[in-house]
Nanobody, 116 residues
Framework: QVQLVESGGGLVQPGGSLRLSCAFSGDLFSIYGVGWYRQVPGKQRELVAAITRAGTTNYADSVQGRFDISRDNAKKMVFLQMNSLKPEDTAVYYC??????????WGKGTLVNVSS
């Protein structure tokens, strides 16, 4: 069974940076696609960035050029480097792991608060 644990959230001023981490426990991490989603109260959870098992990345338009997703298959970790943060990036960020013919796995989330 897959478990995901996020860390690295917190309070940051506009223009600042944060690096989120997601620790994957379970087998066969390298065959999973992984990604980061975020959610604010009253809105649907949205994709922020994703990386396939082959290393192909995909970003939401709102974060393109500011955020960078990466993975370390040896350490079973996923990272989200967030730069030039804006107040509208404030949300709970969730780690996701997915593979064909299996339900998605989710972490419990980490809060990112961009405020002066």
């Amino acid at each position: 069974q897959v478990q995901l644990v996020e860390s690295g959230g917190g309070l940051v001023q506009p223009g600042g940076s944060l690096r989120l981490s997601c620790a994957f426990s379970g087998d066969l991490f390298s065959i999973y696609g992984v990604g980061w989603y975020r959610q604010v109260p009253g809105k649907q959870r949205e994709l922020v960035a994703a990386i396939t098992r082959a290393g192909t990345t995909n970003y939401a338009d709102s974060v393109q050029g500011r955020f960078d997703i990466s993975r370390d298959n040896a350490k079973k970790m996923v990272f989200l480097q967030m730069n030039s943060l804006k107040p509208e990036d404030t949300a709970v960020y969730y780690c996701n792991a997915n593979r064909p013919y299996d339900k998605d796995s989710w972490g419990k989330g980490t809060l990112v608060n961009v405020s002066s």
